[in-house]
């Protein structure tokens, strides 16, 4: 009595497959059509070698982008201080765009373009930006809101 090998013995489908690699199946089908993953068609199915799935599987990294470690590591001695225990956050010498706008009496749209020019230092800090108290101060000396031909005095 002769045995039967399964002839799908070396590979996987691919929700076993996707299991395997911690992803969603839609994330690895995705992959499949970009031809980033080997796999063959069978009966409506994709198949994916056990062997390719290895070999794809230890160059693959299942979150890709900038890891938060790596963003950990540089530390900045300028940040303000995290917020107070009650919530609500103690910047103190810290001015986020709403309240640096109001100080300032523009629009915070307005001051988002001025750090995007780099005319006024902020920080990016906890998804938003922040000011430090004393560059608002000197910026506020020297800060003209509606730039532009001055009237002379003699039109006056």
């Known amino acids: 009595m002769a045995t039967h090998d399964d002839p799908f013995d070396g590979w996987s489908d691919l929700v076993e497959a996707a299991r395997e690699l911690g992803i969603h199946p ?6 499949i059509k970009q031809g ?7 009966g409506g199915k994709y198949m994916i070698a056990r062997e390719q799935l290895e070999m794809f599987k230890t160059n693959y990294d ?12 540089v530390a900045d001695t300028n940040a303000p201080p995290a917020p107070a225990p009650s919530g609500r956050p103690s910047f103190g010498q810290w001015f986020d765009i709403v309240e640096a706008a109001r100080e300032l009496g523009i629009h915070p749209q307005s001051l988002r373009r001025l750090i995007k020019q780099e005319r006024i230092g902020a920080r990016f800090f906890g998804g938003k930006y922040l000011i430090a108290r004393e560059q608002l101060e000197m910026f506020k000396t020297n800060y003209d809101p509606k730039p532009g031909r001055k009237r002379s005095a003699r039109l006056l």
């Open 36 to 42: 980033r993953v080997p796999a063959s068609l069978f």
């Open 62 to 73: 299942p979150k890709p982008g900038r890891k938060r470690s790596a963003r950990l590591m």
């Open 26 to 31: 839609q994330s690895l089908r995705r992959l």
